[in-house]
């Protein structure tokens, strides 16, 4: 059993350090909200922390999973910061969807330190957390990265390391690039087939079968259909991520018109009420 600290008790991070402490490892939790980490305590008999150095102190891994970049380089660096309080050897792996290039800051950070970093964000949802069922793609060193593995087990159904620093984050905007042409294909699809007068539970149950099936269809199709869109990831969440992509293609060189143009229908979609809404509600800007 590990010494463990996690960062961020959102939707994603609670569940995921309840994991943790679900298998017999000892977790400090650190949350900006205390009453959250209170909650936390209460649930899973761990213990909280004031400030991430609190946390991390004397922890064999420190775990982390916040809004973006500021909010990351906000829990890592400073006085008060996660890299300031963790031991010489220990790692940190962050399960933030944030930019690349801070993956690298902070690896080089974390170095000159004598500890490791591991990038590592997740997908697979809120379902995905509290299920225990997430996807990790993992940028980083093999040595750190093979202790870290079997620890995040708990709450992985995959996980593997793509490359070295950065390459995790580099990997969930591949992700999160085809996730936004699929299901703008998906709501088009089901709009116009109502448009035709078709049904369309015959019509999902047909083509589920063949090419075009896909993981939005299976989960989204249905839900789209009865214009319910509290079904997981948030469209704020979804333009975040969005614009590292597009960020990153402008330095890359890799052009991604059909990503930028749902970026854009996203923005329809706040601007429509739907920030909190899930990312299947790009049919709802079809149907205004």
Known sequence: ?????????????????????????????????????????????????????????????????????????SVTLGPDG?????????????????????????????????????DAPVSGGQAGAENGAL??????????????????AAYAKACRLMGPSGAGQLTKMVNQICIAGLVQGLAEGLNFAEAAGLDLSEVVAVISKGAAQSWQMENRAKTMEAGKFDFGFAVDWMRKDLG???????????????TALVDQFYGDVQAMGGKRWDTSSLIARLKR
């Open 244 to 258: 590292i992509c597009l960020a990153e293609s402008r330095r890359n060189g890799a052009p991604l018109p059909v």
């Open 1 to 73: 059993m590990k010494q463990l600290a996690f960062l961020g008790l959102g939707v994603m991070g609670y569940p995921m350090a309840g994991h943790l402490a679900a298998k017999g490892h000892d977790v400090v939790v650190y949350n900006r909200s205390s009453a959250k980490a209170d909650a936390w305590v209460g649930q899973h008999k761990g213990t909280s922390a004031k400030t991430p150095n609190d946390a991390a102190h004397e922890r064999d891994i420190v775990f982390c999973c916040v809004g973006n970049d500021d909010d990351l380089r």
């Open 135 to 152: 996807t990790v793609m993992c940028g980083g060193d093999q040595a750190p990265y093979a202790d870290a593995e079997p620890v995040i």
């Open 82 to 118: 996660a890299f300031a309080g963790m031991k010489r050897g220990s790692i940190f792996v962050d399960h933030t969807t944030a930019s690349a290039e801070v993956a690298r800051e902070l690896d080089a950070k974390a170095k000159e330190l004598g500890i490791a970093f591991i």
